[in-house]
């Protein structure tokens, strides 16, 4: 199945600071999907992309898919203490093989 | 109010017992499916159903049974033959290739 590395693993941001993950692959992905797990919470879908450099905003994320469709990214602007949590990527078009996350703390 | 329920919210076991995680949804999604996640890492599959009375192993499993006798019900049996089974488990479910939803999580522990 395909693969997706997730990077970094961990980030600690001031508040107001900017956050960005990534999410990459070694194959061409039919998709993405981004979700938001808060500690100790279940994951919460955030987007799905599909188009080869697609780029999708809400408020202050904003997502990009990869022009070969072998990365993307999730962008915040501005960090705010509720954007704590852990940030996961997923691809696939029924059962999903996610990312390893990305644990985003941010300090106020 | 639709949604995906998962109980208990926390277990525990036994070694050497077999115990049983409960999901039901009233979403009526034709696709179901049962993640675990271990401290710090992501999401891996266990087992999906896609319909009632079809299920298939997803990449962690062994040492797991499920059944799919309803449409909205996906219960996850851990037995003892799972070796590590503390864990946080999820169920999700959606229809197509559409986002996926997930239930709250039940945390299971051995003790």
């Known amino acids: 199945g395909q693969q997706v590395m997730q990077i970094p693993q961990y980030q600690h941001v001031q508040e107001g600071e900017d956050f960005t993950t990534y999410c990459n692959s070694s194959?061409?992905?039919?998709?993405i999907q981004w979700y938001k797990q808060r500690p100790g919470g279940h994951p919460v879908f955030l987007i799905q992309?599909?188009?080869?450099?697609e780029v999708k905003k809400q408020k202050r994320l904003t997502f990009q898919f990869g022009e070969a469709k072998k990365n993307s990214s999730l962008h915040i602007t501005a960090t705010q203490t509720t954007d704590v949590g852990t940030y996961f990527c997923g691809t696939g078009r029924r059962a999903l093989t996610f990312g390893s996350g990305t644990r985003l703390q941010v300090q106020p | 109010d639709g949604g995906i329920t998962q109980s208990p919210k926390y277990l525990f076991r036994k070694e050497g017992q077999n115990v049983t995680l409960s999901c039901e949804q009233n979403l009526n999604h034709d696709a179901m499916y049962w993640y675990r996640q271990d401290p710090g890492q992501g999401l891996r599959l266990i087992y999906y159903?896609?319909?009632?009375?079809?299920?298939q192993k997803g990449d962690i499993a062994e040492g797991y049974s499920v059944s799919r006798e309803k449409k909205e019900s996906f219960p996850l049996t851990v037995t003892s033959a799972q070796k590590n089974p503390t864990a946080f488990y999820l169920c999700a479910s959606n229809e197509g290739a559409d986002t996926q939803y997930f239930g709250p999580g039940t945390r299971l522990t051995v003790l």
């Open positions: 992309l599909v188009k080869s450099g």
């Open positions: 159903s896609q319909i009632v009375n079809d299920f």
């Open positions: 194959t061409t992905l039919s998709n």
